[in-house]
């Protein structure tokens, strides 16, 4: 049977092979493990193969396992949509958020984060693929929300995050990427100390590393397929 441990194994090998045909540093890019819909366990068997980092995308679920596994020193990022009423439990117990698109999540996270912790870690989300469906600032109001956020006491801007559109046409995959590297590009040009392109999934990690990531979000590939469904925080945001 294939283990959690093996298809860890599997991506990071697939992580190091496009790093180096890329002309990259495999060691710049970070694995970061999409747990949601998986129990506790699973990812404890993730975290003895090696595993520290997970991403969790429903805000009750992520607490669940923030419990359940306190004895583990896991860095915790939530990388699902953010409603404004979840930015207290978000900010209180999470290292990282990856999908800020509006100013009022950004003030309310900040607000929220409590002076004992370090600044929250966090990313703008860019709707790439222009999809109504998707998350995320438009591309030609990116610097105006970074500079935003920039300026909340309680966060910190590492970078930007992108879902692009689910196709099998590399061409159009490599494209949503390179726009997104091209904008990370523009704010450091500008003057943003940014050093995070949280983008690439299972099925497209090998172009999204040849774009720029330094973050993976792997799920299906080290879990496997869902077996459930989560019916929580699926409605609209507020």
Excluded at 58 to 68: D, N, P, T, W
Excluded at 104 to 114: C, D, E, F, H, Q
Excluded at 158 to 164: E, K, S
Excluded at 205 to 227: M, P, S
Aim: net charge negative.
């Amino acid at each position: 049977m294939t283990t959690i441990a093996s298809r860890l194994e599997t991506v990071k090998a697939r992580i190091i092979d496009a790093a180096n045909k890329a002309g990259r540093d495999p060691a710049t890019i970070q694995l970061l493990a999409a747990s949601k819909t998986n129990p506790p366990e699973n990812l404890r068997e993730a975290w003895e193969a090696g595993q520290t980092v997970f991403g969790e995308n429903y805000l009750q679920e992520g607490l669940m396992k923030v419990r359940a596994l306190a004895d583990l020193p896991i860095e915790w990022h939530f990388i699902g949509p953010i409603q404004s009423n979840k930015t207290k439990p978000i900010a209180e117990n999470f290292a990282w958020v990856h999908g800020i698109d509006r100013e009022k999540i950004a003030t309310r996270l900040s607000s929220a984060r409590p002076e004992s912790l370090p600044p929250l870690q966090v990313c703008v989300q860019v709707n790439v693929s222009g999809e109504i469906t998707k998350s995320g600032v438009d591309p030609d109001k990116v610097l105006e929300l970074a500079s935003f956020v920039r300026d909340l006491p309680r966060l910190q801007l590492r970078g930007l995050m992108a879902v692009p559109e689910l196709t099998a046409v590399t061409a159009l995959q490599r494209e949503q990427f390179q726009m997104l590297r091209e904008i990370f590009e523009q704010l450091q040009q500008q003057g943003f100390d940014i050093d995070t392109l949280s983008m690439g999934m299972s099925e497209d990690l090998e172009n999204a590393i040849a774009e720029g990531a330094t973050i993976v979000r792997i799920g299906t590939a080290i879990f496997g397929q869902r077996r459930y469904a989560i019916p929580e925080e699926l409605g609209s945001r507020q």
